[in-house]
């Protein structure tokens, strides 16, 4: 069956450095979408990415999906303590939009 | 907006017994609801994807017999866990998406943590 891996698993950085997560699907999506989950919390819908080589910009965050449609990245710039949390990658195919979604990467960043 | 409410959000039981978590989505019609099952520090597994008015349809290895999925209304599924077990204790999460949007991401609800004794 369709796999997305993401890697990662774990990451911890100083407050200021950058970080980046990577996601790679077994086969090609119609889309990708990202979410993060704060300790304690549920996840949260951050973007979603529908075109081959689409990048896409939220402040500090940067999504990339890529050409052949089955690998996607979030880069985080200057990380600050509020982006501590799991970022899921989560691949969309097949019938009723059901997403397919990565391990995650757990980030943390000590001040 | 696109708000997602669940119900428990905490449950004990006993092994043996039935229970029921609701999932509700308070300001959006959802066509399309979503079952995910997640350990601790792990990933989402989809368990099944409900549709208002029709028959669930399970991911490969879920026993529909022992999760049973009501999709009754645009507003609410229902998860039941029958005669749960201690491996069945999980952390379980809903989601929605908004039929009426043309867009597919899906709201979470805020789950339920499932502690089987």
């Known amino acids: 069956g369709q796999q997305v891996m993401q890697i990662p698993q774990y990451q911890h950085v100083q407050e200021g450095e950058d970080f980046t997560t990577y996601c790679n699907s077994s086969?090609?999506?119609?889309?990708i979408q990202w979410y993060k989950q704060r300790p304690g919390g549920h996840p949260v819908f951050l973007i979603q990415?529908?075109?081959?080589?689409e990048v896409k910009k939220q402040k500090r965050l940067t999504f990339q999906f890529g050409e052949a449609k089955k690998n996607s990245s979030l880069h985080i710039t200057a990380t600050q303590t509020t982006d501590v949390g799991t970022y899921f990658c989560?691949?969309?195919?097949?019938?009723?939009?059901?997403?397919?979604f990565g391990a995650g990467t757990r980030l943390a960043v000590h001040p | 907006g696109a708000v997602v409410s669940q119900h428990p959000s905490r449950v004990i039981c006993k092994s043996g017994t039935s229970v029921k978590i609701e999932c509700r989505s308070l300001d959006f019609q959802a066509t399309t609801m979503f079952w995910y099952r997640q350990f601790p520090k792990q990933s989402l597994m989809l368990m099944a994807t409900?549709?208002?008015?029709?028959?669930?349809?399970?991911e490969q290895g879920v026993e529909k017999d022992k999760f049973l999925i009501n999709h009754a209304s645009l507003t609410l599924s229902t998860l039941t866990v029958t005669s749960a077990h201690p491996e069945d204790s999980s952390f379980y999460i809903c989601?929605?998406?908004?039929?009426?949007?043309?867009?597919?991401?899906?709201?979470f609800g805020p789950g339920t943590r499932l502690t089987v004794l």
């Open positions: 990415l529908v075109k081959s080589g």
């Open positions: 989560a691949g969309g195919s097949g019938g009723y939009n059901k997403l397919i």
């Open positions: 086969t090609t999506l119609s889309n």
């Open positions: 409900s549709n208002e008015g029709s028959k669930a349809t399970y």
């Open positions: 989601s929605a998406r908004d039929g009426t949007s043309g867009r597919s991401e899906q709201f």
